[in-house]
């Protein structure tokens, strides 16, 4: 029977290839999308190929916190255990902070910082009980520097790693491992999308030359959650190409 991952934000930019990456590592991968994104999420798996038993699909929306609990529950019912759980879900509303709504920044702050405590609520204590798990919080270079008109996502990043270094001392005795992947600029669909000349400057930045490709933060995340990976745990692993040093 394979193992489970359980992914938010599955069929974005960085979620679909970790998506990937853990399907082609034998996992059956839970992707959980929110409602506006169905058809995008649909057409993607089936561009993928993936069969049944490789990905099932999930509706969910990761600010409501009933609404995790209860689908999250079910579908521990359902799927018997979850071994690794990947919170990728995030979004920007980036504006300087004089000129910042409180509905910017609470959108931010629900769907990158109140959305792991709803999606791990439900899930962290099935983990302690089978006494195994793998948790991964997907993070940002911005959490951990600070970025120019990115207060409220800069703030619910660096939330996300106190979360993981305080989650982490209380899995570690159980065998459930805890711990952030925190990119940098990174080669998806939403930063392809910025003017040639502003993606040439951000390069220029990158000591590496090169902005991140989804592949890499995958990699990452496989790797956390590999028998290699075991004992690791409360760490934040930058994959910047050396954009920023801590």
């Known amino acids: 029977m394979k193992k489970v991952a359980l992914i938010t934000g599955a069929t974005g930019g960085i979620g679909s290839a970790i ?33 049944d038993d490789q990905i099932r699909l999930l509706e969910l929306d990761v600010t409501k916190g009933d609404e995790c609990q209860e689908k999250l529950t079910k579908l521990l019912a359902e799927e018997g255990s979850i071994e690794v759980l990947v919170n990728t879900a995030g979004i920007t509303r980036d504006a300087v902070f004089k000129k910042m ?6 959108a931010v702050i629900d769907t990158n910082l109140n959305s ?5 609520h439900p ?18 270079v911005n959490g951990i520097k600070g970025q120019f008109g990115q207060t409220n996502y800069s703030a619910a990043k660096a939330g996300m790693i106190g979360f993981t270094k305080a989650l982490a001392l ?17 080669a998806t669909p939403m930063v392809a999308k910025m003017r040639e000349e502003v993606l040439e400057s951000i390069k220029a930045q990158i000591p590496m030359r090169r902005l991140a490709t989804p592949e890499d933060i995958a990699n990452a995340v496989a790797y956390l959650v590999s028998d290699s990976g075991a004992y690791i745990t409360g760490e934040t692993l930058s994959v910047n190409g050396g954009l920023y040093m801590h």
């Open 123 to 140: 899930i962290f204590p099935a983990m302690l009980e089978q006494g195994h798990g793998r948790i991964v919080n997907i993070t940002s």
């Open 101 to 106: 709504t409180a509905d910017d920044w609470h």
């Open 19 to 51: 998506t990937k990456q853990l399907i082609n590592d034998g996992y059956k991968v839970v992707a959980t999308y929110i409602h506006q994104m169905y058809d995008h999420s649909v057409e993607w798996v089936k561009e993928s190929g993936f069969s």
């Open 116 to 120: 792991v405590f709803n999606v791990t």
């Open 170 to 186: 209380e899995g570690a005795k159980a065998g459930v491992t805890v711990n952030a992947v925190a990119p940098g600029y990174t």
